[in-house]
């Protein structure tokens, strides 16, 4: 390991029972890198996560965090850290502020600057008219801005986010990421973060795409984007099936399905496109043109759409609330 | 000094959500108080003297004191599975502070909560005829406290291999019901058959209530000529407990105890 990689991850394997969870994963990250783990339901992003965090043994293989290995200098490495859970960890019966002044006494927050940083975190996620308010009366998003407060108060050298955003509307999300990007820049914290949002994934500044306990590609936005060749075409037509056909045999073009429509990689789109319409004997309803989304990267990895191969978002979205809900 | 701020802080914590919760506190008083009310109305009167000067209010008195530490000593576990359920156990074990001082803080506030609750019950002394003096109050709050962190440490205990609230539960009533049945809180423990004598002396519950009901007991007037009330007391092999025989059963128990729900509570999956 290297004096810049902050996090260094070797051969890591999880298992819960003869289930492999998390399957030989390697991997770095520096200092001061957004690193992004795309992948869908049960990928192990989590699993990964909590052993990163000491919650959880690693069945082999061995992980480093700001130096410390994970399964023999937890103390130091839960020092380190910083973690925003996927699922929610606040006392719902106790206000904001006592949320987070139990986490700045079991962090070990001088009483000096206790009061201090319990203000500026919770101005910064602009709780700081409702410190005193039962966190059970917050709405999810106050609630995730409250952990993600939390997660920041004692400065950690590493920050965890487990799908921070899940659940939350876009303009709250964006809120949050202009404050996670500020906070990169100003203090210098390594962000580790899972999502399966595509558009959170591009926030990273290296994304590893992780599906059924394997890292399958490991790389900036762009350059994963660049294995897909040139843009990518959306094409309704009256039979899809025949339209496939059709342009296998006519461009020897392969045309992968993906919701009701079809899909395909092509160097140079807008030129493509006049033929396409001209040449294709099967009636088209639409048509359209774009640049390859980190969700096409995935497609063309696994074959699968991330989509595909998980419950509906908004289905993952309404059972977070209803644990939000529970109590 | 990190481990001391760590458990007061747990510590700290469940004394807000137990003052924030005052209903909750019903729970686990209801049940004594029934039966303060129906034996303290009168009905005891009927049932005649079980020693001299000693009703059976007067006598069940001290053992109500008793159940109400074990089944509210027993809140700590359902607490820590409550955390663990909503997710702010994983808030506590991600911090940098170590297991021991989590279970030792859970321990301590379940401890501290049930000693405030057998305070209520002791309030109601004057109901069964019953004057606590100051200096057998303070005498009561030790004891109970010592039996309270007794009974905590093993609600977390339980609760550190027995995950869901359902099952928690389950095991809690399969616990606490023998506990209070076989232990000398509703009739004395001498003269009983053999198989009950022997669970009752197995039980530690049993040594738990006898030191409080024999400190509530002196403060009974004894009719002129009656040397004691020792035919209440517990014996083991024909030897009459003392208070600080009792004290110390209880304490070594309650070590054994806080010991082991650490160190289960610290394996790591
Ligand atoms: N405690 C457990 N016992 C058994 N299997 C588990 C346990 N926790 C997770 N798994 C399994 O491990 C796999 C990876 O789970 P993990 O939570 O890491 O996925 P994830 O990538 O975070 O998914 P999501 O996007 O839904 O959060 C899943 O198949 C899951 O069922
Ligand atoms: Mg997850």
Known sequence: MTEKNIISVEHLVRKYGKFTAVDDISFQVGAGEIFGFLGPNGAGKSTTISILCTLLKPSSGKATVNGFDVARQQHQVRQSIGLVFQDPSLDDQLTAQENLHFHAMVYNIPGSVRKKRIDEALKMVELDTRRNDIVKNFSGGMKRRLEIARGLLHYPKVLFLDEPTLGLDPQTRNRIWEFLLDLRTRENVTIFLTTHYMDEAEHANRIAIIDKGKIIALDTPDKLKDMVGGDIINLKTVDDKKAADEISQRYRMQATDGHGELLLEVANGDEFIPTLVRDLNTRIISISLRRPTLEDVFLKLTGRAIRDSEVSSMEAIKSHMRFHGRR | MKTAIAIYTIWYRDMLRFWRNKTRMLGSIMFPLVFLAVFGSGLSRSMGMLAPGVDFAKFMFPGIIGMTVVMSGFMSGISMVWDREFGFLKEVLVAPISRVAVAGGKTLAGATIATVQSIIIMALAPLVGVTL??????????????????????????????????????????????????????????????????????????????????????????????????????????????????????????AVLIAAAMWSFSIQD
């Open chain 2, 133 to 254: 003096t100051p200096l057998v109050v303070i005498e009561l709050l030790g004891l109970t406290f010592l039996v309270a962190l007794m009974v905590s440490s093993m609600g977390i205990l339980i609760s550190s291999r027995i995950k869901s609230m359902e099952a928690f539960q389950v095991v809690m009533q399969m616990v606490t019901f023998p506990m209070m049945f076989l232990s000398g809180v509703f009739f004395p423990v001498n003269n009983v058959p053999d198989w009950l004598a022997v669970l009752v002396r197995l039980n530690p519950a049993s040594y738990a209530i006898d030191p409080i009901r024999q400190t509530v007991l002196q403060t009974v007037q004894l009719p002129p000529g009656v040397p004691g009330l020792s035919s209440l007391g517990l014996t083991v092999f024909g030897h009459t407990m003392t208070v600080w025989e009792d004290v110390g059963v209880v304490a070594v128990l309650a």
